[in-house]
């Protein structure tokens, strides 16, 4: 009886290990649903922008800004929202922080691209600010964050302090996500920056926490893939089946072509041969 139960224990020990998922990643369809027409407007709050990704229209608006409570900076209010409470409970974990810029219009972003590209020139410019038409301010979704005073304000340094430290661990948490991570200036275009906070909402930001994707152009791509294999799936399912008709097959029974080899009643022809001698039948195919 011991053996027996310690048999059953460890097949079930072992269903348990490769019925559980790897942590930290999650399949494609864990991911939030999501309409593959949606991902591609401006308006949506799954936006992509980047420096191969232009805004369309280029100078588009968002047309519900509001202002972020106790600034002159204005966001989308949901965006607004998550900021606000995210900067009181950091405020009430002991990080003085404040948002230091919100939305940017076409105008602005254009201004202030051209102030960097006469003081460092074109590439590094490039680096560190997008060409108007191409920035996420614009879409009224991202915030820079800072301490009230410090001398790592806008600087990669924000991301060793507490402060700074606090927002890369709890900005999921309010749907936000650290846009512009270090060492992915490959794939996201720009360098490190752990002030830039970029809302996609609580679901969207956990999903993509687990999904193992290390930047939002990657986790973008799976929400892409993921909305186009639903879609397919949809489009399928309104297709009726047209059942076809087989053919009745013809039961060929007792019957033979000419020339298959097969002696039919026709091709019988009987010699009789009168007695004493036995009747002797041929049959001969034509």
Request: net charge neutral.
């Amino acid at each position: 009886m011991r053996l027996a139960h310690a048999i059953t224990s460890s097949v079930i020990a072992g269903l348990l290990v490769f019925s559980t998922a790897a942590p930290g990643t999650a399949a494609p369809n864990d991911l939030p649903t999501v309409q593959a027409d949606e991902l591609g407007k401006a308006s949506s709050m799954l936006a992509l922008i980047n420096p191969s990704t232009k805004l369309s229209p280029e100078d588009y608006t968002p047309k519900d800004l509001v202002n972020v409570a106790g600034t002159s900076v204005t966001l989308r209010p949901e965006a607004a929202e998550a900021v606000e409470a995210l900067v009181a409970d950091a405020r009430k974990a002991g990080h003085s922080i404040k948002v230091l810029s919100a939305f940017r219009s076409y105008q602005r972003q254009s201004a202030l691209f051209n102030q960097y590209q006469s003081k460092y020139g074109t590439a590094y410019a490039e680096r560190i600010s997008a060409r108007p038409g191409t920035s996420e301010h614009q879409l009224g979704l991202a915030a820079d964050l800072g301490y009230t005073n410090s001398y790592a304000e806008l600087k990669e340094a924000f991301g060793q302090t507490p402060a700074g430290q606090w927002i890369a661990k709890h900005a999921v948490d309010y749907g936000l996500i650290i846009r512009y991570p270090v060492g992915m200036e490959s794939i996201t275009g720009y360098k490190y920056e752990p002030w830039h906070v970029r809302y996609i909402g609580e679901d969207q930001a956990k999903a993509m926490a687990a999904s193992g994707a290390k930047t939002y152009e990657e986790y973008y791509s799976m929400l892409k893939k993921q909305a186009q294999k639903e879609a397919k799936a949809t489009d399928k399912a309104k297709v009726p089946e047209v059942e076809q008709k087989k053919p009745e097959s013809k039961s060929t029974e007792g019957t033979a072509k000419p020339g298959s080899g097969v002696l039919q009643k026709d091709d019988l022809i009987v010699l009789r041969f009168l007695p004493p001698y036995r009747d002797w039948s041929f049959g001969f195919i034509p």
